[in-house]
C-alpha cells in the first residue's frame, strides 16, 4: 500500500491509500507506476453515462485491467471524499486525472467493507479521449468500421494502368495454349478496351460518346478540407447504367483522369449504416493509396458526406505508405474508437497487423475485368453479405454487452477482481466462418468466369490486381 493525497485541481479532497494490483506490479506495456504517484490532481469528470455504467465502458475499451484500488483514510459523510464518490456513483461519471497522452479514471466502487460506507475507487488507464468517445458510441449502440479502397469498394484506372494492363494480358495470351483460357483472357481485354476508349474521349475532351450520344462533364466543387486548403473544381461524368464515373484527381492535369468502377450494391451497405438516421456505425478508411486520390474516390462512395462529416474527412481517411501494414492502433490514433469495437471489410486479409486479423472481414476482390458476373452469380451480392456480416457483429456485441455485461456490473464490488467481471464484448467474436458466409451469400458451389478453370479464378481474384500510385502520373 502506498499513501497519496487526491486534489481537484488545487482544493484538497483527502489522503489515500493505494494498492497495486498484481498485474500492473510487474511492469510492463501499459501499467501505471503507482509508486510515484504521491498525488493524484482530478483535473475534470468524465461526462454523465445515459445507459453505460463507467466500470463497464472502462472493462471495455482497457488494455491493462484494473492499475490499483484507492481506499479513503476517512470515512466521514462530510468529506470531500464522500461527496466525490457520492456523486460519481450518482451521476455515472468517473474524475479523470491527465497522464501525458494517457487519462486515469477513477470508478466509484461500492464496497462490503463498514456497512458499504468504505470511500472506494478502482484506476484505470485509457488514451486521451478514448473514454468519452466510446462512451458515446455504447450509449447509442455504435461500432466502428473500416473501409479498404481498391478492389474492396471501387476498381480505378488511368489510361497508363489500362495500357499496362492490356499489355500484360496480350503477352499471356503469347504464352498460352489452352483455347478456353485464351477465349477468357481475350474477354478480358476487350472489357480494358472499350473503357479505356471511355477514358480517352474524357481525358482529351471531356465528354464522352455514349449510344450515339454525347455527355459532356459536368463541373463538381470540392470545398477546401482545412484553412490551408483550396477548393478544388473537377470535371466529373457519372454513367450511372454502367456504374462508372469518370474524375480528375489533379484538375490541371490530364494524365490524372480516372475511370472509375462502383462495386454492386455498395448504395444497399451505405444505407444499412446510417437508416433512418441513426448510425449504426462510425466509418473510417484504411488504404494503401495516395491521399488525393483516396480523398477523391471516397467523395464519390459517399457524395452526401453522409457517412464521414467532411470536418472529419482528413482524420478518418488514412493513408499507409507501401510496405507498411495496415493497423487499428492507427487510424484510432486520436483515442476516437477502440479495436475492439471496430470491423474491418478489406479484400486482403495479410496486409494487416496479425492483431487485428481477426476483426477483417475479407470479401471477394472486386473484378469487373477479369470476372464481370461474378457479383451477379451470387445469389446475394458481396457488398450485400458485408452488410449482413455487419448487422450480426453489431447484434451479438451489443446483446454480450447489455445482457452479459452490463447487467452483471451492479453485483460488482470493490473487493472483487476483474476476473470476476464476464469477458468484455469484441467485434472478433461475432466475425463468422467463410462457410458461413457462403451461406449467407445463397452460394456455396465454386463459381466459373469466363471459361477459366475454377482455382485460376480463386487465384486471380485473390491477387491484387491494381495499386493506385499518383506519383507515376505526375
Not at 448510425?279 to 452526401?304: H, I, N, Q, S
Amino acid at each position: 500500500m502506498y499513501k497519496s493525497v487526491v486534489y481537484e485541481v488545487d482544493k484538497l479532497l483527502g489522503e489515500v491509500g493505494i494498492y497495486p494490483q498484481k498485474h500492473n506490479q510487474n511492469g510492463g506495456e501499459g501499467v501505471l507506476n503507482v509508486k510515484n504517484m504521491m498525488e493524484i490532481r482530478i483535473s475534470h469528470f468524465s461526462q454523465p453515462s445515459e445507459r453505460c455504467p463507467p466500470l463497464a465502458v472502462l472493462h471495455t475499451i482497457t488494455s491493462s485491467g484494473v492499475c490499483f484500488k484507492m481506499e479513503s483514510t476517512s470515512q466521514s459523510q462530510d468529506s470531500p471524499l464522500y461527496l466525490l464518490h457520492s456523486s460519481c456513483i450518482r451521476e455515472n461519471k468517473t474524475a479523470v486525472m491527465l497522464l501525458g497522452g494517457e487519462e486515469l479514471h477513477l470508478v466509484a466502487m461500492p464496497s462490503r467493507k463498514k456497512d458499504g460506507r468504505c470511500l472506494c475507487f478502482w484506476g484505470f488507464k485509457v488514451a486521451f479521449g478514448l473514454y468519452n468517445s466510446c462512451l458515446v458510441m455504447l450509449n447509442l449502440r455504435c461500432l466502428g468500421i473500416v473501409f479498404d479502397l481498391d478492389e474492396t469498394l471501387i476498381v480505378a484506372n488511368t489510361m497508363r494502368s489500362f495500357e499496362d494492363k492490356i499489355e500484360a494480358l496480350q503477352r499471356k495470351i503469347n504464352t498460352e495454349a489452352d483455347p478456353q483460357r485464351i477465349s477468357g483472357i481475350l474477354a478480358e481485354v476487350k472489357r480494358y478496351q472499350d473503357d479505356k476508349v471511355i477514358l480517352k474521349q474524357y481525358a482529351e475532351t471531356d465528354q464522352v460518346v455514349e449510344n450515339g450520344k454525347v455527355i459532356k462533364s459536368q463541373s463538381e466543387v470540392i470545398p477546401a478540407l482545412a484553412e490551408k486548403h483550396e477548393p478544388v473544381v473537377r470535371p466529373l461524368i457519372r454513367l450511372q447504367d454502367k456504374s462508372i464515373i469518370l474524375t480528375r484527381i489533379n484538375p490541371l492535369i490530364r494524365d490524372t483522369s480516372v475511370l472509375v468502377r462502383l462495386r454492386p450494391a455498395w448504395e444497399e451497405l451505405r444505407n444499412y449504416l446510417t437508416a433512418r438516421g441513426r448510425k449504426r456505425f462510425e466509418v473510417y478508411v484504411c488504404t494503401m493509396a495516395e491521399r488525393d486520390y483516396a480523398l477523391e474516390m471516397w467523395r464519390l462512395l459517399d457524395p452526401g458526406s453522409n457517412l464521414i462529416n467532411s470536418k472529419e474527412l482528413l482524420d478518418r481517411i488514412v493513408c499507409v505508405k507501401s510496405g507498411l501494414k495496415k493497423s487499428l492502433f492507427n487510424v484510432f490514433q486520436d483515442g476516437i474508437c477502440h479495436p475492439k469495437m471496430s470491423l474491418v471489410i478489406d479484400d486482403r486479409l495479410k496486409v494487416w497487423d496479425e492483431r487485428d486479423q481477426p476483426r477483417v472481414h475479407v470479401v471477394p476482390a472486386f473484378a469487373p475485368y477479369y470476372a464481370p458476373q461474378a457479383e451477379a452469380n451470387n445469389a446475394v451480392p458481396i457488398l450485400c453479405v458485408a452488410r449482413n456480416v455487419a448487422c450480426n457483429v453489431r447484434g451479438g456485441f451489443f446483446k454480450d454487452f447489455d445482457e452479459g455485461l452490463v447487467q452483471r456490473i451492479p453485483d460488482i464490488m470493490y473487493e472483487d477482481d476483474m476476473k470476476d467481471i464476464p469477458y468484455p464484448p469484441d467485434v472478433s467474436n461475432y466475425l463468422i466462418s467463410e462457410d458461413d458466409v457462403s451461406t449467407l451469400s445463397g452460394n456455396k458451389d465454386s463459381q466459373t468466369f469466363d471459361g477459366m478453370k475454377d482455382v485460376e479464378v480463386e487465384r486471380r481474384l485473390k491477387e491484387k490486381v491494381f495499386t493506385f500510385d499518383l506519383q507515376r502520373l505526375l
